[in-house]
């Protein structure tokens, strides 16, 4: 079993909608959480970070984490075509002794 | 504040040939890391240093690559020698390790091709 599973997609969304992009994890010490976006040929950019249980917004953008299941999700609202784009699910499981492990990512597509 | 910098943006080598890419982090981080990303494999740690030490190397695929940090504003990773299967985009990233927010920062990457 991957440490860090994502749907590889793609996730085919309409302008305007909600896309939610999944992530669960296997190690259940697992302590901070990360969600990065990569546009085709560029760098991975940290869009949001959470580390309790709940939901955490910001702007369009909300994380959910839910240790128990060890799942955590993103949801954009209003998606738009410039949020087309593959999102990478990072877990830390050993802050200092291990770097992030990240998952395969899941390609998202919203149709104007 | 310049980001992270990798050089060179593209790299094409032939098999066998020695490869250096290299990476100044963002200042005042602590910690830097060399990942790799491929179709097939995608983003995979190499090498974890932390205050220039390195922590965990676990993720080094075999003798063939090495990683250095000299001093806090820079670090080197090669390949000698190189070979097909090392074609792949190298990626560098720098954080502060032990704030509240610690996400990582990567650099632009380095595209690696061996012929």
């Known amino acids: 079993q991957k440490e860090v599973e994502q749907n590889s997609g793609p996730l085919s969304v309409p302008e305007g909608a909600i896309a939610s992009l999944n992530c669960t994890y296997s190690d259940r010490v697992s302590q901070s959480f990360f969600w990065y976006r990569q546009y085709s040929g560029k760098s991975p950019e940290l869009i949001m970070s959470?580390?309790?249980?709940g939901d955490k917004e910001d702007g369009r953008f909300t994380a959910q984490l839910n240790k128990a299941s060890q799942y955590v999700s993103l949801l954009i609202r209003d998606s738009q075509p410039s949020d087309s784009a593959t999102y990478l699910c990072a877990v830390n499981i050993d802050t200092g002794r291990r770097a992030l492990t990240f998952g395969s990512g899941t390609r998202l597509q919203v149709q104007p | 504040d310049a980001g992270v910098i990798q050089s060179p943006r593209h790299e094409v080598t032939e098999m066998g040939q020695e490869v250096t890419l290299r990476c100044k982090p963002i200042s005042g981080h602590n910690s830097l890391f060399w990942y790799r990303q491929t179709m097939m494999r995608g983003l995979e740690l190499l090498i974890y240093?932390?205050?220039?030490?390195?922590?965990?190397d676990s993720g080094m695929p075999e003798d063939r690559f090495s990683a250095k940090m000299p001093n806090a504003s820079f670090s080197t990773l090669k390949i000698q020698p190189s070979e097909p299967r090392d074609s792949a985009v190298y990626f560098c990233?720098?954080?502060?390790?032990?704030?509240?927010?610690?996400?990582?920062?990567f650099g632009s990457g380095t595209r690696l091709t061996v012929v």
């Open positions: 990233a720098s954080s502060f390790v032990g704030g509240s927010n610690y996400g990582y920062t």
């Open positions: 240093f932390n205050n220039n030490v390195p922590i965990d």
């Open positions: 959470i580390y309790s249980n």
